[in-house]
C-alpha cells in the first residue's frame, strides 16, 4: 500500500520537481555552498565600488579644495612653503588661513588661489583659465603645476590607492579560496545525487518483471540508466551550478546598480522579464527536439546492442551492408535533430545576449552623455566606471544562464525519460523468506496468456510429488516453457491456482517463491567474474568448498584441474572463453549449490555434445534424489527415466504418463521418440 502511494505521487510529480526533490536530500551541503558562493560573490562584486572609490576620492579627489593653515607639522602637503590639508579631511587641527583648488585641464594640472564658482566646460591659455557652463563663464588666474608639484598634491593619496588595492587584491583572493570550496561541494553533491539516481534506476530494473524486458530492448534500458542519467549530471554538475551562481551575481549586481544610480537600474530590469520570455520560447521548440534526439539515442543504443550480440550470424549471412544502412538512418535522424536543435541554439545564445548587451551600452551612453550636458544629474567619473563595470559584469551571468538553457532542458527530458522507467510497476525485493519447500507442486486448471485472451496455457492440471521428474514435451509453442514461467512467477496466470506444499505461491512474494527453486537454462549465462563467482554468484553462505563440490558433482572436476586459475579463472562476459558445454556445467554447479528443493532444466542438455549430455544424466541422477525436477527436453532420450512425462499441444496436455506407458499409448510420443531414434514405419504400399 505504502509502495502504491509514492508510485501515485511520483506521477502527479513533474519530472522538474522530482529532480529538486533529488537535490534536497542532499541539501545541507549545497546550502552551505551557495552561502559560500554568496559571500564569495560579494567579495568579487566589491570591486567597482573600490575603484569608484578611488577614483572619485583619491585620484580625483585632489580637485577638491584645499585649506591652507597655519602649521606646517600639521599638514598633510607643502607646497611653496604653505600648509594645505584636503577640505574633506579638514578637522581643524590647524587655523585655517585661507583656501585654494587644484583643477585638470587635458593633462595640465593647474593652482587656483580661491575655489571655482562653478564647473563646466574648461579651457586654459597660459595662465588664464575660462570656466563655461551653458550661458555662464568665469576666468581665473592659475598657476601650472609640473609634474613633480603635481605629485606633491598625489602623494598623501599612495597609501590610500594601496591600501584599497591590497584590500581588493585580498578580497578577490577571498573570493577564489571560496569558488573552490563551493565549486567542490556542489560538484560533490551533484556527484553524491547522480550516484543515488543511478542505484535508484538499476535497482528499479531489478523489480522490473520479465514482462517488461520482453517489451523493450536492452540497449534502450541501458541507454535510460547510463546515458540519461549522465545528461541529469550534467544538470547537478554545471547547470545547477551555474544557475545558481548566476542568479546570485544577478541579485548582486542588481543591488549594485540601484545604490549607484536607482533610475538606470529600474531601466536594467527590463532584461529579467527578456529572459523568463526567452526561456519559455526555447523551452517550447528545444523540448520537442530534445525528446526525439533522446529516443533516436535510445535506438542507436539498441542497433548497437543487438548487432554486437548478433554479430556471428550478420558475418555469417553477409549482412554487413544492409545493417550498416539501416543503422545509418537512425543515425541520420539523430543528426537532424541535433542540427535542428544546434541551430537554435545558435540563434537564441551568445547573439541575442550580444544584441541586448549593445542595446544597454547605447543607452548607458546616452543616458550619461546627456547628463553631461544638461539632461540630468552630474555623475562622478567614478561612478561612471562602477556603472559600465556593472553593467558588463552583468551580461555575463546572462550569457551563462542563456547558454545552459540547452543543457538544462536537455537533462529535464532525460529525467522525464528515467522517471518513466522509475514509474513502471515492479515488485519490490522483500527481505522475508519462507521455510524450504518440500516440493509438492500441482496446477489445477490453470490458463495463462501473455497479452489479452489469447491463452498460451489452457485448464493445464498435473501434480509433482516431493522428489518426482516431470518432464513436458512438445512441439515449439506448445507451451512448455510458459509453465515453467508460471510456476516461477517471472508472469502470474489469470485462471487456475497453482500450489506449493498446498500454499497458493500467489500468496508468497516472487523472491519466497524462487528462493527454494533453481533453473538451468538452454543458453546459459555467465557474468564476467570468476568461476566461483558465477557458481555460488557472491552469496556470503556459500563457501569455496561448497562451489568445487558441486563442480565435481556435475562432473566439471577435470574442466577445473585443467584450468590455471582453478575456480578463480577469470570468466569473461557471457563466458566468451569457455566451450558450450563448459557453460552449461557451471550452470548445472550454479543451480546444485544452492541444493534447491525444485530444480528446472529448461532444454539445458540441447546444446551440449552427447558425451557431456551423459556426464551430467549421471550427475543429476544423484542430485535429484529428494528433488522435484521438471524437466522441459526437446532429446526425448533424456527424459526416458522421468517419473511422469507430459505431452503438450497448443497449451493443451494431450498425453501423460511415463515412457514406457506413452510408447505403448502409440501417440504423439511415440511417433516424437521414434522419429528422433531415426525409426520410420514404412508405409504399407498399395497392392500391385
Not at 78 to 105: K, M, N, P, S
Not at 255 to 277: K, N
Not at 465 to 477: L, R, W
Request: net charge negative.
Amino acid at each position: 500500500m505504502k509502495d502504491t502511494k509514492i508510485k501515485s505521487d511520483n506521477r502527479k510529480n513533474t519530472p522538474t520537481r522530482r529532480l529538486i526533490r533529488y537535490a534536497l536530500d542532499f541539501k545541507k551541503t549545497i546550502i552551505f555552498a551557495l552561502v559560500l558562493l554568496a559571500i564569495a560573490a560579494a567579495a568579487e562584486l566589491t570591486g567597482p565600488f573600490i575603484a569608484k572609490h578611488m577614483i572619485d576620492n583619491h585620484i580625483l579627489g585632489i580637485e577638491q579644495e584645499w585649506v591652507e593653515v597655519d602649521d606646517a607639522a600639521a599638514a598633510e602637503v607643502v607646497y611653496e612653503d604653505r600648509a594645505f590639508i584636503r577640505g574633506d579631511r579638514y578637522g581643524g587641527e590647524a587655523e585655517q588661513i585661507g583656501e585654494a583648488q587644484l583643477l585638470q585641464v587635458g593633462i595640465t594640472f593647474i593652482f587656483l588661489e580661491d575655489p571655482i564658482s562653478f564647473d563646466g566646460a574648461r579651457e586654459l591659455d597660459g595662465s588664464t583659465l575660462t570656466v563655461t557652463r551653458g550661458d555662464e563663464s568665469a576666468v581665473y588666474d592659475v598657476v601650472p603645476l609640473t609634474a613633480d608639484e603635481t605629485f606633491t598634491f598625489y602623494g598623501p593619496e599612495v597609501k590610500f590607492l594601496l591600501m584599497l588595492m591590497g584590500g581588493y587584491f585580498l578580497l578577490v583572493a577571498f573570493g577564489a579560496f571560496l569558488h573552490y570550496h563551493q565549486s567542490f561541494l556542489l560538484q560533490r553533491s551533484a556527484n553524491q545525487i547522480i550516484q543515488k539516481m543511478r542505484n535508484d534506476v538499476f535497482g528499479k530494473v531489478q523489480q522490473l518483471p520479465v514482462k517488461y524486458f520482453d517489451k523493450h530492448p536492452a540497449g534502450k534500458i541501458l541507454s535510460r540508466v547510463t546515458n540519461d542519467t549522465e545528461a541529469i549530471r550534467e544538470l547537478y554538475v554545471r547547470v545547477l551550478a551555474t544557475f545558481f551562481t548566476s542568479i546570485i551575481y544577478l541579485t548582486g549586481i542588481y543591488i549594485a546598480l540601484f545604490i549607484l544610480e536607482p533610475t538606470l537600474a529600474t531601466a536594467a530590469l527590463v532584461l529579467l522579464p527578456i529572459l523568463v520570455v526567452w526561456a519559455m520560447l526555447y523551452r517550447k521548440f528545444a523540448a520537442k527536439y530534445n525528446h526525439v534526439i533522446r529516443e533516436k539515442l535510445s535506438d542507436i543504443n539498441g542497433k548497437i546492442n543487438e548487432n554486437i550480440q548478433g554479430m556471428p550470424v550478420i558475418q555469417a549471412f553477409g549482412r554487413e551492408k544492409e545493417v550498416n544502412d539501416e543503422f545509418e538512418e537512425v543515425n541520420k535522424e539523430h543528426y537532424k535533430y541535433n542540427n535542428k536543435l544546434l541551430s537554435l541554439n545558435a540563434m537564441t545564445s551568445f547573439n541575442l545576449v550580444n544584441l541586448f548587451r549593445n542595446i544597454a551600452f547605447v543607452g548607458l551612453i546616452w543616458y550619461f552623455g546627456g547628463a553631461s550636458v544638461g539632461v540630468g544629474a552630474v555623475f562622478s567619473l567614478g561612478v561612471l566606471y562602477a556603472f559600465v563595470d556593472y553593467l558588463n559584469r552583468l551580461f555575463e551571468p546572462v550569457n551563462n544562464l542563456v547558454n545552459q538553457l540547452a543543457q538544462l532542458e536537455e537533462a529535464r527530458v532525460a529525467g522525464e525519460r528515467v522517471f518513466q522507467l522509475m514509474d513502471e510497476d515492479g515488485v519490490p525485493v522483500e527481505a522475508g523468506s519462507v521455510p524450504r519447500f518440500r516440493g509438492n507442486v500441482k496446477f489445477e486448471n490453470v490458463s495463462f496468456a501473455y497479452t489479452d485472451e489469447d491463452y498460451v496455457l489452457k485448464n493445464i492440471s498435473f501434480e509433482a510429488s516431493q522428489g518426482e521428474t516431470v518432464a513436458f514435451v512438445g512441439h515449439t509453442g506448445s507451451g512448455k516453457s510458459s509453465i515453467m514461467n508460471v510456476l516461477f512467477r517471472f508472469y502470474d496466470h489469470q485462471k487456475g491456482s497453482v500450489t506449493i506444499d498446498g500454499t497458493n505461491i500467489q500468496k508468497l512474494s516472487k523472491q519466497a517463491v524462487r528462493e527454494h527453486m533453481a533453473i538451468v537454462l538452454q543458453d546459459p549465462f555467465l557474468f564476467t567474474g570468476t568461476i566461483a563467482s558465477n557458481v555460488g554468484l557472491d552469496d556470503p553462505r556459500i563457501s569455496r568448498e561448497q562451489i568445487r563440490e558441486a563442480l565435481i558433482k556435475v562432473g566439471a572436476g577435470e574442466m577445473i584441474d585443467s584450468l590455471p586459475g582453478g575456480i578463480d579463472e577469470e570468466v569473461k562476459e557471457k563466458g566468451s572463453t569457455l566451450s558450450a558445454g563448459q557453460r552449461q556445467l557451471i550452470s548445472f554447479a550454479r543451480a546444485l549449490v544452492f541444493d534447491p528443493p525444485i530444480l528446472i532444466l529448461d532444454e539445458a542438455t540441447a546444446n551440449i555434445d552427447t558425451e557431456t549430455e551423459a556426464v551430467i544424466q549421471q550427475a543429476l541422477d544423484v542430485v535429484k534424489d529428494g528433488r522435484t525436477t521438471f524437466v522441459i527436453a526437446h532429446r526425448l532420450s533424456t527424459i526416458r527415466a522421468a517419473d511422469q512425462i507430459i505431452v503438450l499441444n497448443q497449451g493443451e496436455i494431450l498425453e501423460r504418463g511415463d515412457h514406457e506407458e506413452l510408447m505403448d499409448l502409440e501417440g504423439t510420443y511415440y511417433y516424437m521418440y521414434q522419429l528422433q531414434q531415426g525409426i520410420q514405419k514404412e508405409k504399407e504400399s498399395p497392392a500391385g
